[in-house]
């Protein structure tokens, strides 16, 4: 059973940057795709980043240009530098994974993300 464990949250100062950082308990290379994903209360879920094993990268229209994802698959891996933090960022981020083939997805239990002013 793949099981996904965020790291890396915390309170950062607005302007500051933060990584977070999402094991996975299987090769990164049974993952056609990994995303991060946040929700804030009274908010819906949003797409963070997404990158596949190939190499694409999409971004949300709120973090691009600001927050990069990456992928090492011999540690098993998803990052996600978060630069120039704003308090619209505050949330709790949800790492993703979707198994090869089978397409079988995969949550994380979340890290939260609280931007201070």
């Known amino acids: 059973q793949v099981q996904l464990v965020e790291s890396g949250g915390g309170l950062v100062q607005i302007g500051g940057s933060l990584r977070l950082s999402c094991a996975a308990s299987g090769s990164s290379a049974a993952f056609y795709a990994m995303a991060w994903y946040r929700q804030a209360p009274g908010k819906q879920r949003e797409l963070v980043a997404r990158?596949?094993?190939?190499?694409?990268?999409n971004y949300g229209d709120a973090v691009n240009g600001r927050f990069a994802i990456s992928r090492d698959n011999a540690k098993n891996t998803v990052y996600l530098q978060m630069n120039s933090l704003k308090p619209e960022d505050t949330a709790v981020y949800y790492c993703?994974?979707?198994?090869?083939?089978?397409?079988?997805?995969?949550w994380g239990q979340g890290t939260q993300v609280t931007v201070s002013s």
């Open positions: 990158i596949t094993s190939g190499g694409d990268i």
């Open positions: 993703y994974a979707e198994r090869r083939l089978t397409r079988t997805p995969y």
